[in-house]
């Protein structure tokens, strides 16, 4: 299992303690995501790794290895430029 991606880490907070209940005020330390994976090693270090849901109606693209590889795909070819214009799909939108 890989979860660091950057080894870059800074000091957020020095002498952290948890409350009685073991809660932790992470505060400033926490940017963007409200949901995290949580890893702890052998030596007692905790890593939280941010992550988001996928809804359930969209799970099924990330089941399907042949459907994301093309979705990927699709995605670099774009970003590289290698795109046709096939016309309007305007009489195809519901309304």
């Given at each position: 299992?890989v979860a660091i991606r950057n080894n870059d880490f800074s000091l957020v907070s020095e002498?952290?303690?948890?409350?009685?209940?073991?809660?932790?005020?992470?505060?400033?330390?926490?940017?963007?995501?409200?949901?995290?994976?949580?890893?702890?090693?052998?030596?007692?270090?905790?890593?939280?790794?941010?992550?988001?849901a996928i809804p359930s109606a969209e799970t099924w693209l990330f089941e399907n290895p042949?459907?994301?590889?093309?979705?990927?795909?699709?995605?670099?070819?774009?970003?590289?430029?290698?795109?046709?214009?096939?016309?309007?799909?305007?009489?195809?939108?519901?309304?």
């Amino acid at each position: 299992m890989v979860a660091i991606r950057n080894n870059d880490f800074s000091l957020v907070s020095e002498f952290a303690r948890s409350d009685a209940k073991k809660r932790l005020s992470l505060g400033e330390a926490i940017t963007g995501g409200t949901a995290f994976n949580v890893y702890r090693n052998a030596q007692g270090q905790i890593l939280l790794d941010p992550v988001k849901a996928i809804p359930s109606a969209e799970t099924w693209l990330f089941e399907n290895p042949d459907a994301l590889a093309s979705v990927k795909r699709g995605l670099r070819e774009s970003a590289g430029g290698k795109t046709s214009f096939l016309g309007s799909f305007a009489k195809h939108a519901d309304e």
